[in-house]
């Protein structure tokens, strides 16, 4: 069983639309959880960063974190086409080791 | 600005050769990170360095070496040994492990 577990995709949805990403990991002993956003060709840029349980709101977007189901979500609302990008969840515990990605979910939207 | 420049954008090696790719960063970071990135493979952790003068092998370290003697600069080398080098390569820094990354924006290698 891979460490974090993400769907590639691709994901289409019409702008306005509501998008949720989900990643879902095995370590119990991640607690730092972050969604970076990549687009083509370029480097990943953070969005995101939660610490432990809970959920964390940005404009549009949205993180949540459920350390007992090991599972973490990132929520997009009235979506745009500029937010067509793949976007990578990633995690790491308490100590020194560096974050761990998932492969990275690649998402459309249509105008 | 303060940001972290990966050089060149595109580099082609011929086999057999080695190559070096160049990542600096002012951002004042103490750690800092070299990843390869495959259609479908997502991030795979090469080298990172907590620290001058001390770096450790990530997942996938074999062909590869890199060198911190300063804070702003990891070179990481493409050796000849690397037996499928084509891939996207991104550089990033953190203040610490369980801080975000400032990613570079990434050299594309390619072998011919």
């Known amino acids: 069983q891979k460490e974090v577990e993400q769907d590639p995709g691709p994901l289409s949805v019409p702008e306005g639309a509501i998008v949720s990403l989900n990643c879902t990991y095995s370590n119990s002993a991640f607690q730092y959880f972050m969604w970076y956003r990549q687009y083509s060709r370029k480097g990943p840029e953070l969005l995101m960063y939660t610490y432990s349980s809970g959920n964390k709101e940005d404009g549009r977007f949205t993180a949540q974190v459920d350390k007992s189901s090991k599972y973490i979500s990132l929520f997009i609302r009235d979506s745009q086409p500029s937010d067509s990008a793949t976007y990578l969840c990633a995690m790491s515990g308490s100590g020194n080791t560096p974050l761990v990605f998932g492969k990275g979910t690649r998402l459309s939207v249509i105008a | 600005d303060g940001g972290i420049t990966q050089s060149p954008k595109y580099l082609f090696r011929k086999e057999g050769q080695n190559v070096t790719l160049s990542c600096e960063q002012n951002?004042?970071?103490?750690?800092m990170y070299w990843y390869r990135q495959d259609p479908g493979q997502g991030l795979r952790l090469i080298y990172y360095?907590?620290?001058?003068?001390?770096?450790q092998k990530g997942d996938i370290a074999e062909g590869y070496s890199v060198s911190r003697e300063k804070k702003e600069s990891f070179p990481l080398t493409v050796t000849s040994a690397q037996k499928n080098p084509t891939a996207f390569y991104l550089c990033?820094?953190?203040?610490?492990?369980?801080?975000?990354?400032?990613f570079g924006s990434g050299t594309r290698l390619t072998v011919v």
């Open positions: 951002l004042n970071h103490d750690a």
């Open positions: 990033a820094s953190s203040i610490g492990p369980n801080y975000g990354y400032t």
């Open positions: 360095s907590q620290i001058v003068n001390d770096f």
